[in-house]
């Protein structure tokens, strides 16, 4: 069965600290997507990256950063110099690449980001 | 902004009501989904169409429908509606299997 599992429910910090947000996944499949979002206070859910799962090059996009880990099923994300703006629920989410299957999500991560 | 259009942003319904809940995806996207969002199960995946046909099936009641029309835009309907079914239902659209979704800004449903 597919599974993504954030542990991290809530994490606060203050303004210019850097953070990581958690994800593991569970898969038997070679070949799958994954996938981070956000939805700030205003409840859009906003695409932030896709992986596949033969690239683990780690991307970088400003302050975002992502790490991922085949060999521990973890797709990482870190916020550098966090901002109040920051202030989110982040997703991390799973896809196969099979028809008949959709977009897997863990629970999500609430990040507060203090002045 | 996603280019997902949802309508109405907001419906207050009664229990044992029935509601259709309207999509239209991002221009060229012939994949729709629509997920439920709630406090206690997070994001569920609840059904996909393809270019009119469906697709996938997720964790949808029976008592809950969606078509996807010759347009490309879908309706959800939710019938003899329960106080659990309140929650937050999006939309989403992406080119083919495995593209980002770009999802719409939701509909907040509170059945009352």
């Known amino acids: 069965a597919q599974k993504v599992t954030q542990a991290q429910t809530e994490i606060s910090v203050v303004e210019k600290e850097d953070v990581t947000l958690d994800c593991v996944y569970e898969?038997?499949?070679?070949?799958?997507?994954l996938f981070w979002y956000k939805q700030p206070p205003s409840g859009e859910l906003v695409f932030l990256i896709r992986r596949n799962s033969f690239d683990e090059q780690n991307e970088i996009s400003g302050r975002y950063s992502w790490n991922f880990q085949k060999s521990t099923s973890s797709f990482n994300f870190t916020i550098t110099a966090s901002q109040v703006v920051d202030s989110a629920v982040y997703f991390c989410?799973?896809?196969?690449?099979?028809?008949?299957?959709?977009?897997?999500f863990g629970k999500g991560t609430t990040l507060s980001v203090s002045s | 902004d996603s280019g997902v259009t949802q309508t109405p942003k907001h419906l207050i319904t009664a229990t044992g009501q029935r509601v259709t809940l309207r999509c239209s995806p991002r221009s060229g996207d012939l994949s729709v989904y629509w997920y439920q969002q709630s406090l206690d199960q997070g994001l569920q995946f609840l059904i996909q169409y393809y270019n009119g046909e469906e697709r996938a099936k997720g964790n949808i009641l029976e008592r809950f429908s969606a078509q996807q029309f010759p347009d490309l835009h879908s309706e959800l309907n939710l019938s003899s509606l329960e106080l659990g079914d309140s929650a937050l239902y999006f939309c989403?659209?992406?080119?083919?299997?495995?593209?980002?979704?770009?999802f719409g800004n939701g509909t907040r449903l509170t059945v009352t």
């Open positions: 989403a659209s992406s080119v083919e299997v495995n593209s980002p979704l770009h």
């Open positions: 898969t038997r499949d070679t070949t799958y997507y």
């Open positions: 989410a799973l896809s196969l690449n099979q028809a008949g299957t959709a977009l897997i």
